[in-house]
């Protein structure tokens, strides 16, 4: 199957700073890459839909100007988290889509904010 | 009326029994199904996707599709302790032209030695 990986795999920061995380398919091109978040015992909430060359697309309620979005080629995306406080602090997985729309995901960054 | 929905469970199942797990969708054009586990702290797997109606194997995997009950299931056979996890349904939407998917809720199961 498709491989994605997503860098870091987890990350502690303070108050106020900023993370960014990378998503990259390493065996294919993805056109579309999505960002999801998952806090403790929840399901999966879809953040934003990425598309190589174009804005992002952010679902209600997640504020894009606090969740950077970049997909600047066809294998890498970017979330970055500016500013982030305590109640950032989840699981942050992406995933890429293939030409027969199967998302495969990547194995998530933990971000704690202290 | 949720568009994915599954039972949440836990689902328990011996070792070694057919575990069923079952997932219906509000959206009648949807074209695209797949199934995801999902072990604890961990990020969803592939399992397996399914497009036609009826069944489609991969090992100890079955996917069942019913278009015209809109009910989507994965049958895993066998079922092992290692099989524990959370099983994600999550179906395309017939107007997405992202690949956008709408995942269910999971069903946990747990599979006892």
């Known amino acids: 199957g498709a491989v994605v990986s997503q860098h870091p795999s987890r990350v502690i920061c303070k108050s106020g700073t900023s993370v960014k995380i990378e998503c990259r398919s390493l065996d294919f091109q993805a056109t579309t890459m999505f960002w999801y978040r998952q806090f403790p015992k929840q399901s999966l909430m879809l953040m934003a839909t990425s598309n190589e060359g174009s804005k992002a697309t952010y679902e209600q309620g997640v504020e894009k100007d606090k969740f950077l979005i970049n997909h600047a080629s066809l294998t890498l995306s970017t979330l970055t988290v500016t500013s982030a406080h305590p109640e950032d602090s989840s699981f942050y997985i992406c995933?890429?889509?293939?030409?027969?729309?199967?998302?495969?995901f990547g194995p998530g960054t933990r971000l704690t904010v202290l | 009326q949720k568009e994915v929905e599954q039972n949440s469970g836990p689902l328990s199942v011996p070792e070694g029994a057919i575990a069923s797990l079952n997932c219906t969708y509000s959206d009648r054009g949807s074209q695209s199904f797949f199934w995801y586990r999902q072990y604890s702290g961990k990020s969803p797997e592939l399992i397996m996707f399914i497009y036609s109606n009826g069944d489609k194997e991969d090992g100890r995997f079955t996917a069942q599709l019913n278009k015209a009950s809109q009910y989507v299931s994965l049958l895993i056979r066998d079922s092992q302790p290692s099989d524990s996890a959370t099983y994600l349904c999550?179906?395309?939407?017939?107007?997405?032209?992202?690949?956008?998917?709408?995942f269910g809720q999971g069903t946990t199961l747990q599979v006892k030695p």
């Open positions: 995933s890429a889509r293939d030409e027969g729309d199967t998302q495969y």
């Open positions: 999550a179906v395309k939407l017939y107007i997405s032209n992202t690949g956008k998917l709408i």
